[in-house]
């Protein structure tokens, strides 16, 4: 084993470009899978942390299982139960605020984007929790319009106790006198305003209710617990939860998302590394016939030779695997030193340090170790099958057509037919499994294609720029090996095929998403809350506001939404309140199933419902079904009468039912959103002002033009394009990497014949041609089998979207497409650099002379 080490270290040393360039691979996918993986726990656990400070680490709190407002009453069941002590009822609620709510100034970025209002009983809250003054008094039962703040809050506002602060409330904007002042939060995040419960009640509209009870046990005893909280949920029914606070699980549910999007992007780095490795193998195996043939001939077994190449790339999988956690955690610290400031301006968090366990460092070695010795186990085995005579016998120059066309091409081709047959099935599942075949099968018919490609190109480029023989060497150099030619062109064809496919995906998106948007926001005004669609934490307004509305001479129609949080067949769903003959006439639903008219009509008549498609295939409903909703006054049956959706609200499960269901069903009367059409002829100037002063008092709304809108949300489609061109990038590395690599082998390769050129009379001018040709030849075959794939991946992306519920349809990427091109062409270019300059400036005679 130390011999087979030795050997390995000092080719490795004696080929520094090549082991640089392959090692590299392994590097870049270590660092995205360990540094995205110690950065975003840290975030989580800082975020969760800052959810558990705020709970107050009661013993339980008692929520429904929709999170949703209940009756204050339920108090008094649960102070019934034995074994409760203590046990406090609050209504707690995240209030968004618009932009440059706290210090009315545009030029500066906001040090706090929302709030947390807490409303308690004082009498009920100090038995549960301790609260802790540095200066004032805590709130007193008669209190009215008082709150209690931390001092970090107090620091941004620069207000003492006494001092008053401003909130939006759905009543319209509030003030309230400071009257004490808690410590600064050791563990930050959304500020909290305490305020009664009477006084949160009125503040968002909801007198009467509560939406969580905290509860302290009188017993340390585990199993003593256990039975306190089965006899909770037997008093209060299966509608209700004991547990922790829940905390952002939207928050959270898009960390994991992005968790799984970078490991994602740093698997499929790892996979064209270890192309990058498997070519790299292979070609050491070609290069070395010779060596290996001479260790045979002295007495070395096959497992020796296959021992030594396997040492090489465990050498370059520690190195490169150890080098990427030192530049993955390096990473991690950036990225965090970048967004603490940001975090801490807009939800007061901090995030300390990347978080990372044993278990990381393990996986990520585990990872790139392995993916090193699973790419160079099959040249390796192949290395130890050369016999001492064929290693010492010349190798054939050309790979024949009929030769690579077997079992490889002829199933990869199979591959290819079976997906497109998947496509026909309109099954997901099968267009997914699809999918991967395509991409496989492609790869694994690559090496029967390269030939007559390069030679398509190949002519080409002699008529373009590569004459005088430049175009037919390069052309030839790949031709002589198409196997190599295919698993480089196949890093290429997996960073394009996925920017195609993006851009095929977007493309469409914005084709559906823009229908959708232009039918369901396309009244004359809109009110909009700070945060669009995140309803929950967006304090709305009540009826007042929208009748003050109606009341504006000018004004034809207003409609509003109105949002409780629900689940349905165990799906957590966005339940919204629309008013059917208002809706219709400012904006309207996209259906897909039902019809628009018999739908309206029966969400004004009993418990009915429309659900948008997302809803509708994740809870596996249609139209006819009945399914029960989850409501603070019980369960209830509705009917789906319809599927459609609206823009907003289209990547979320909703159901559309009437004022009268949320308002009797939910207690919810909140308009979140409120749309208003004008008469035709007036003046809009006069008829804006007067909106204007109308809304003034809920600072909480802004008004736009409904075409203002639209403009805003299709540039949001535009600019993530950008997105795209960073996954390019990103995706480029180990493409360009691999392309180097297997340009600077072959210049390594091809050393005598560079020196027989250069003898014969090659000016340096055509050398650097040759290789330059060669890899716009080989990106060129990448690109060409990129597009073919990320056309079919966008086709099945968009598929299953459509079958996710989600407005879509396919929309050719013909500017993704010449991106693509653009985008190959300049990874040719850019591979060329090195090796080209390399092959120029090789000497005569020691070219002649390298063996």
């Not at 011999?3 to 270590?30: C, D, E, H, M, P």
């Not at 390069?474 to 190599?484: D, E, K, L, T, V």
């Not at 700070?530 to 003050?548: K, S």
């Not at 949001?716 to 990497?737: C, D, E, H, Q």
Request: glycine residues 10%; without cysteine; hydrophobic residues 50%.
């Amino acid at each position: 084993m130390n011999l087979q080490l030795t050997l390995a270290a000092r080719y490795l040393s004696g080929r520094k470009l090549r082991s640089v360039l392959t090692t590299l691979a392994i590097v870049f996918g270590a660092v995205v899978i360990f540094g995205m993986n110690t950065m975003l726990p840290a975030f989580t656990g800082a975020f969760q942390a800052n959810a558990l400070a705020a709970s107050g680490q009661v013993d339980a709190s008692i929520t429904l299982r929709t999170s949703d407002i209940f009756d204050s009453r339920i108090v008094d069941r649960v102070a019934a139960i034995d074994g409760v002590r203590a046990f406090s009822g609050l209504l707690n609620r995240a209030i968004n605020l618009p932009p440059d709510y706290l210090d009315a100034d545009p030029g500066t970025p906001d040090a706090i984007s929302a709030v947390t209002l807490v409303g308690v009983d004082p009498a009920q809250a100090t038995t549960v929790h301790a609260y802790v003054l540095r200066a004032g008094r805590f709130l007193g039962e008669n209190d009215s319009a008082a709150a209690v703040i931390s001092q970090s809050l107090a620091d941004v506002l620069d207000v003492e106790v006494g001092d008053p602060i401003r909130l939006p409330t759905a009543s319209g904007e509030a003030e309230l006198t400071v009257v004490g002042i808690q410590p600064t939060r050791l563990v930050p995040g959304n500020e909290e305003v305490l305020v009664t419960l009477r006084q949160a009640q009125v503040m968002l509209g909801m007198p009467g209710k509560i939406n969580t009870i905290e509860v302290n046990f009188d017993s340390l005893d585990e199993d003593r617990r256990n039975q306190i909280e089965e006899s909770l949920l037997a008093a209060l029914g299966d509608t209700y939860q004991v547990g922790a606070l829940a905390s952002n699980s939207e928050l959270l549910t898009n960390l994991r998302l992005a968790r799984q999007i970078f490991n994602l992007l740093a698997v499929m780095a790892l996979v064209m590394g270890g192309f990058i490795i498997f070519n790299t193998f292979r070609t050491i195996v070609a290069e070395r016939r010779r060596d290996i043939g001479m260790l045979r001939a002295l007495g070395a077994t096959r497992w020796t030779i296959v021992g030594v190449i396997l040492s090489e790339g465990l050498l370059q999988g520690i190195v490169g695997t150890a080098i990427g956690i030192a530049l993955g955690y390096a990473l991690a610290v950036g990225m965090i030193s970048v967004l603490n400031p940001v975090m801490h301006q807009y939800i007061n968090m901090r995030i300390d340090t990347p978080a990372i366990s044993p278990l990381l460092v393990v996986l990520t070695g585990l990872i790139g170790v392995g993916v090193t010795l699973f790419a160079g186990l099959l040249p390796a085995i192949s290395a130890g099958r050369v016999t001492p005579l064929e290693a010492l016998r010349p190798s054939v120059g050309r790979v024949s057509l009929r030769r690579l066309a077997g079992l490889g091409f002829w199933g990869g081709l199979a591959m290819i037919v079976l997906a497109v047959l998947a496509l026909l099935t309109h099954n997901m599942s099968l267009i997914g499994l699809g999918g991967v075949l395509f991409v496989a099968g492609l790869i694994l018919a690559a090496p029967a294609l390269v030939n007559p490609i390069a030679n398509l190109f190949g002519a080409l480029a002699a008529k373009v720029f590569a004459r005088d023989g430049t175009a037919a060497l390069a052309q030839g150099n790949i031709s002589r090996q198409p196997s190599r030619a295919a698993i480089t062109a196949s890093t290429t064809l997996i960073a394009l095929a996925i920017l195609v496919m993006a851009a095929g995906l977007f493309s469409s998106v914005e084709l559906g998403f823009g229908r959708v948007l232009r039918r369901s926001l396309g009244s004359d005004y809109i009110l909009l809350p700070p945060a669009v669609a995140v309803w929950g934490a967006d304090v709305g307004a009540d009826p007042a506001l929208a009748e003050e509305l109606r009341g504006i001479q000018g004004v034809e129609v207003v409609s509003t939404l109105r949002f409780a949080p629900t689940l349905i067949n165990g799906v957590a769903t966005s339940a919204m309140g629309i008013e059917p003959a208002n809706y219709s006439q400012v904006s309207s639903l996209a259906f897909t199933r039902g019809d628009e008219e018999e739908a309206y009509a029966a969400l004004s008549e009993g418990r009915n419902l429309i659900v948008n498609g997302v809803l509708a295939t994740a809870a596996q409903i249609t139209v006819g079904d009945e399914v029960e909703l989850i409501t603070p006054t019980g369960r209830h049956a509705y009917q789906v009468v319809a599927i459609a959706g609206d823009y907003l609200n289209a990547k979320i499960a909703t159901a559309y039912i009437s004022h009268a269901n949320i308002a009797g069903d939910f207690g919810r009367n909140e308009d979140v959103l409120i749309q208003a059409n004008l008469t035709s002829g007036v003046d809009r100037s006069v008829v804006e002002a007067a909106i204007r002063d109308a809304v003034r008092p809920y600072p909480q709304f802004r008004m736009v033009a409904g075409q203002e809108f639209i403009e805003e949300n299709l540039q949001v489609f535009k600019t993530a394009f950008v997105g795209v061109y960073g996954m390019v990038i990103f995706l480029a590395v180990p493409s360009l990497i691999a392309m180097v690599n297997t340009l600077a082998i072959g210049v390594i390769e091809r050393t005598r014949e560079i020196g027989v050129l250069r003898a014969v009379g090659a000016t340096r001018r055509q050398v650097r041609t040759i290789v330059v040709t060669e890899a716009l030849i080989l990106s060129a075959i990448g690109t060409a089998f990129g597009l073919l794939s990320g056309i079919y991946l966008g086709y099945m992306a968009v598929g299953a979207m459509v079958a996710a519920g989600f407005p879509m349809e396919y929309a050719f990427p013909a500017a993704g497409s010449l991106i693509a091109i653009a985008a190959g062409i300049l990874f040719g270019v850019l591979a060329a650099i090195i090796p080209a300059r390399q092959a120029a400036r090789l000497e005569i005679v020691q070219a002649l002379r390298y063996e």
